[in-house]
């Protein structure tokens, strides 16, 4: 082999790798913010690996995930979203509430935000309309105060006899105003059923909490939307059991843990949702011009086992709505 052969097969290997690194750098990079723990998302995360597969997106083939944990520390979530706006990635998905999207809001007015939230963003302020958010944000919300007089209807339905029912919230009921207490009292004020708002903002608060529940001669109980809760579903469940109130819980993780009913948006469809909007967004298209998508697709869940529990007998056309019954 001659000389300069040689030179250039070696200069030739040597820069293959740089090429490679340029290759690989070219290839976009999503920011996965989240509230919680990787394992608080597993179960709907097969949803957004789906949705991006939809828009022609495979992680480790034409795009790379930097993923975000604030391991249930609200407090860490600006420091988190500001590494990955330093970090300059193609578009950040922020999930599952408002305190992720706030904080990547915060951190960034230029890079594309595509949210799961469960309180309206009109609302909480995060974007000018659901069908013209503006800005850079947009995404998917569950509109979570809007099925608070969903869940009471059916906890009515299979617990008629409760005049009063407890509403578990971890904001003060005093405070700057509740939307899903004020759904839930203007529903319940319909079907003749009062309702009292309970503040556990924290673990520590939780036994009080149902203790005051007891005291109010509540004979139900409803869960309000929260991460917090989802959090500590196990407790809650625990709970309610021991005080033997029939509860309704937003997410089916809460009766596959022992709760008695759940109602709320599927999060895998929701994730799966959040997936396709993140990969068009990848294509080019501008968060300003996607409208904020609705759930469009519900679990109502009955866990037949926790009703036989508490002596409960389910209706019949109860049990035929339900997605899906535990027994």
């Known amino acids: 082999m001659r000389r300069r052969e040689f030179i250039t097969l070696v200069g030739g290997a040597a820069t293959w790798p740089i090429a490679a690194r340029a290759q690989q750098g070219a290839m976009p990079v999503i920011g996965f913010l989240a509230v919680g723990t990787r394992s608080d998302i597993d179960l709907a995360s097969p949803g957004f690996t789906q949705g991006l597969r939809e828009a022609g997106f495979i992680e480790g083939r034409n795009v790379a995930i930097e993923y975000r944990w604030a391991e249930n520390q609200i407090d860490r979530l600006p420091a988190l979203a500001a590494d990955l706006a330093e970090r300059r990635v193609a578009v950040i998905a922020a999930s599952p509430n408002a305190f992720?999207?706030?904080?990547?809001?915060?951190a960034t007015a230029t890079i594309p935000i595509v949210f799961y939230s469960g309180p309206d963003p009109v609302r909480s302020g995060l974007v000018a309309s659901l069908n013209r958010p503006g800005g850079n944000l947009t995404g998917v919300t569950a509109l979570s105060a809007d099925l608070t007089p969903?869940?009471?209807?059916?906890?009515?339905?299979?617990?008629?006899?409760?005049?009063?029912?407890?509403?578990?919230l971890v904001e003060r009921p005093g405070g700057n105003g509740n939307a899903q207490l004020e759904e839930a009292q203007s529903a319940g004020r319909s079907v003749g059923v009062r309702i009292v708002g309970l503040s556990a903002g924290?673990?520590?608060?939780?036994?009080?909490?149902?203790?005051?529940?007891v005291h109010?001669?509540?004979?139900?109980?409803?869960?309000?939307?929260?991460?917090?809760f989802i959090n500590n579903r196990d407790r809650l469940v625990a709970l309610a059991a021991a005080h033997k109130l029939p509860a309704i819980y937003q997410e089916r993780t809460f009766a596959d843990a022992g709760g008695l009913m759940s109602y709320g948006p599927s999060p895998v469809e929701a994730y799966r949702q959040l997936g396709v909007y993140t990969g068009?967004?990848?294509?080019?298209?501008?968060?300003?011009?996607?409208?904020?998508?609705l759930p469009t697709k519900f679990d109502f869940v009955i866990n037949l086992k926790t009703a036989k529990a508490l002596g409960i007998t389910?209706?019949?056309?109860?049990?035929?709505?339900?997605?899906?019954?535990?027994e």
């Open 100 to 106: 992720a999207v706030t904080a990547a809001k915060a």
């Open 280 to 293: 068009r967004v990848l294509k080019g298209e501008k968060p300003a011009d996607l409208p904020v998508l």
């Open 202 to 213: 924290s673990v520590g608060e939780f036994d009080a909490a149902f203790e005051t529940a």
């Open 150 to 168: 969903k869940r009471l209807g059916l906890l009515h339905d299979l617990a008629p006899g409760a005049a009063t029912v407890a509403m578990l």
């Open 314 to 326: 389910v209706p019949p056309g109860l049990l035929a709505s339900a997605d899906e019954v535990i």
């Open 216 to 228: 109010e001669g509540a004979g139900a109980l409803l869960v309000s939307t929260n991460i917090f």
